[in-house]
């Protein structure tokens, strides 16, 4: 018995079903097209974030792509980070901003001033 598709029905529901998953992956880079961002880590509160375009403030959230270094390749292998479209096949980094240019940074046993 040959295998493959057959009938004017099944072809009918694989076009609706190309068509479907055509249509959820132009959703999702629409959505990113317009700054929507979603963070799926637990270094900041896990949710959908609004991108915007302008220089960061202290407090800000931003949002990184970390570059192809062992280090995250390891932190890939053992779990840290999920694979995602990043120059390090990892996913993107959402960190708040702590100090500017210009700031005096110190890092001691109590933690960062």
Same mark, same amino acid.
């Given at each position: 018995?040959?295998? @493959?598709?057959?009938?004017?029905?099944?072809? #009918? !529901?694989?076009?609706?079903?190309?068509?479907? *998953?055509?249509? @959820?992956?132009?959703?999702?880079?629409?959505?990113? %097209?317009? @700054?929507? !961002?979603?963070?799926?880590?637990?270094?900041?509160?896990?949710?959908?974030?609004? %991108?915007?375009?302008?220089?960061? %403030?202290?407090?800000?959230?931003?949002?990184?792509?970390?570059?192809?270094?062992?280090?995250?390749?390891?932190?890939?292998?053992?779990?840290?980070?999920?694979?995602?479209?990043?120059?390090?096949?990892?996913?993107?980094?959402? #960190?708040?901003?702590?100090?500017?240019?210009?700031?005096?940074?110190?890092?001691?046993?109590? @933690? *960062?001033?």
């Amino acid at each position: 018995m040959e295998k @493959g598709i057959n009938s004017k029905t099944q072809v #009918k !529901r694989l076009r609706w079903f190309a068509l479907g *998953c055509l249509a @959820g992956v132009a959703g999702m880079w629409a959505v990113c %097209a317009i @700054g929507l !961002r979603v963070n799926g880590t637990d270094s900041e509160p896990v949710g959908i974030y609004w %991108a915007v375009s302008r220089p960061p %403030a202290k407090g800000d959230f931003v949002f990184a792509l970390p570059p192809a270094q062992p280090i995250f390749k390891l932190a890939k292998e053992r779990g840290y980070l999920a694979a995602g479209p990043s120059p390090a096949g990892t996913c993107g980094l959402i #960190k708040q901003v702590a100090a500017l240019s210009g700031d005096l940074v110190t890092i001691s046993a109590e @933690g *960062c001033a």
